[in-house]
């Protein structure tokens, strides 16, 4: 009985056997899994170790009397109607350079050099975040010393407070960029003795100390009406092909008064998504 019961069960027991001797499913090798999208950072390429979010704090809470100075210097920004409209701690960079230099990544600028910087924040809220989106300071005050180590030119804005290089967040094509900042340069920059130029890649420069622009692209310069003139050639390094032949001078910035207040834009942190290069420099640090 037992023998024929065992015949009886044997094909269910090869069917188990066999069930479970299948090999498990094999994963889809990684080629066949798509990757993740690079996270387009623009800003990457132009903030030296130690000029992020944590390096900031790590400055800031090195020296005790760094917080009275940055708390003097917001306070400021806010009572001249142009607080928020670019982060402060951002507005402290200094240069890529610094630790080369043997500088600070962060400095608070001196307070006499402030005005300067009112009337730059407010023609970049007036008219360059609503033309190109948010931007991102990546130098701001150079001191003197500093200024020189890092190749800036003699008469540099940087040392005013009056310059901001700043980066767009939203992905745009550098002749986009410079078309669009050329334009609005030409329509309102004289009102804010605003000057303007372009460095590697999507790196822009805006101060408010004269009326001027460079280092545009040729094929882009084409089309925006040539506004340097031969006394500033000097201070600006590489002039427009318009005025490449002109003879240069030396030519001292002009201060300039911060004008009436304009209501404030607000502005929105910007998605970042596929990158591009990096290109190649062009002219001499403002």
Known sequence: MIRSMKLMFAPFLLLASAATAQPAPVAAPPAQIAPAAAVWDPVAP?????QDEPGYRS??????????????????????QVGGILP???????????????QQPFEVPPSDEWPHMVETLRYIRDYVIPAVGPVEPVSVYRNPVLNVCAGGAPESAHKLDSAVDLVPLKPIARETLMK?????????????????????YLRFHVDSTKYRRWNMDPAVAADCPPIIHPEDIASVGQPLPQAASATPASASPAVVAPAAAAPAVSSTSAAKTAGAPQGPSLGQPH
């Open 46 to 50: 132009y903030i030296a170790a130690g």
């Open 59 to 80: 400055w800031y809470l090195a020296a005790p009397w760094r917080g009275t100075q940055v708390k003097a210097f917001n306070d400021y920004l806010v009572a001249n």
């Open 180 to 200: 669009t900042l050329c334009g609005i340069h030409s329509e309102h920059g004289a009102a804010y003795n605003a000057g303007l130029g372009f460095y590697a």
């Open 88 to 102: 402060t701690w951002e507005l402290l960079r200094t240069a890529t350079s610094w630790k080369e230099c043997g």
